[in-house]
């Protein structure tokens, strides 16, 4: 009886850990980030992303909103400059229900399965948001970040998603010291 009542809370859980974006980050290990006060957007980088410049506008707000968190400055002389990099996929799931006859090993008999073939296909569009950070003297890449997620179409949902995105992948600059 409780595993009754625990299940719809169960599957809540499946569901919200199937929406979040996954992270991913890599950086240089011979870099002091703690060296890292201003930064700047790289202008001819970021024009370069094929996506609408309200997405691009919005995302840019994101890195503002997570940087200024964690006590960084936009500059003219910047220490790091800034750079993204999107791309996305299709995404196509086919699953087939009840594609066979009977239940259990062998054959058998089921009422419930009689002719009980049911294919559902759906679609859905998966997201790549890259944030790299450039050393800005040496231009090179110091840090990169990257969020993997299902993207919206709706514009409502949509800045809210893009907040979590950069959220995440920025959860994890500065890299912490071992």
């Given amino acids: 009886m409780k595993a ?3 299940l719809p809370l169960l599957l809540l859980f499946v ?6 974006v996954k992270v991913y980050s890599d950086y240089d290990n011979n870099v002091d980030f703690t060296q890292y006060k201003t930064y700047a957007f790289h202008k001819k980088g970021i024009d370069r992303v094929e996506i609408s410049e309200l997405d691009k506008k919005r995302i840019l707000n994101a890195i503002d ?3 200024s968190r964690k006590g960084m400055t936009k500059s003219e002389n910047p220490d790091l400059l800034i750079n993204i990099l999107t791309k996305e996929r ?8 009840n594609a ?3 239940y259990g090993w062998g054959w058998g008999w089921n009422p419930y399965l009689w002719g009980g ?7 859905s569009t998966e997201g790549t948001l890259y ?9 090179e890449l110091v840090w ?3 969020g993997i997620g299902y993207l919206t179409e709706n514009r409502n949902e949509k800045e809210k998603q893009i907040n979590e995105f950069v959220a995440k992948i920025l959860e994890q600059f500065p890299p912490k010291a071992k």
């Fill in 4 to 6: 009754i009542k625990l």
């Fill in 15 to 20: 569901i919200a850990s199937c929406t979040s």
């Fill in 65 to 67: 909103t997570e940087l």
């Fill in 90 to 97: 299709e995404r196509i799931d086919v699953n087939q229900y």
């Fill in 100 to 102: 066979g006859w009977g």
């Fill in 117 to 123: 073939r049911s294919t559902y296909v759906t679609s």
């Fill in 131 to 139: 944030v790299d950070l450039i050393d800005a003297k040496k231009k």
């Fill in 144 to 146: 990169q970040g990257e």
